[in-house]
């Protein structure tokens, strides 16, 4: 007769079982953790603030916007496109993008390439837009002064042929 070897299987599966439950306890622990404290990712900001921050800088941007809706303003629109990336002086009058002129080099943008840039109606309009749909705005900032949007992300399913795009908006100034 064979002495039985004893088996140390048993003993493997329960240790194992055991790591099993512990990692599962500790991710149910991390999810209701991450979800009792709030949602601080910018990437997925709560719609109703988003809301309210949007109707408040509209609100001021009503208030301070030039009385013709003509401006000058630097815009860096950031996308898988030409010149992404690049500093614009954006002209817009009576409301209608008319100009964009590379401020490194100088060279206009050509008259069909004009629409990549936004007026700040359209940046209000893209950021409406984001908020009816899931996960679409990863982040906005508006100008404390006069309300018009100064940085906004989009995440790339608005957008998925060319990825993410983001509008970086400053010196706006009005002209007559």
Not at 44 to 52: M, R, V, Y
Not at 144 to 170: E, I, M, Q, W
């Amino acid at each position: 007769m064979r002495a039985a070897t004893p088996r140390k299987q048993p003993f493997q599966l329960k240790h194992w079982a055991q790591h099993r439950t512990q990692r599962a306890i500790a991710l149910a622990g991390v999810l209701l953790c991450s979800s009792a404290c709030g949602n601080d990712n910018p990437a997925a900001p709560n719609p109703g603030n988003q809301e309210s921050a949007l109707n408040a800088a509209e609100s001021r941007w009503s208030r301070s916007r030039p009385v013709s809706n003509n401006y000058v303003m630097e815009q860096q629109v950031r996308c898988f496109c030409p010149d992404g990336g690049t500093v614009f002086e954006v002209t817009v009058t009576q409301g209608r993008v008319v100009r964009a002129r590379n401020l490194d080099t100088g060279a206009e943008v050509p008259v069909v390439r004009l629409e990549s840039f936004r007026t700040v109606e359209q940046l209000f309009g893209e950021i409406r837009e984001a908020l009816r749909t899931p996960r679409a705005l990863t982040e906005v900032e508006y100008d404390s002064a006069a309300g018009y949007p100064t940085r906004l992300l989009l995440y790339a399913h608005l957008a998925p042929v060319d990825g993410d795009r983001s509008y970086f908006t400053r010196r706006l100034s009005g002209r007559p």
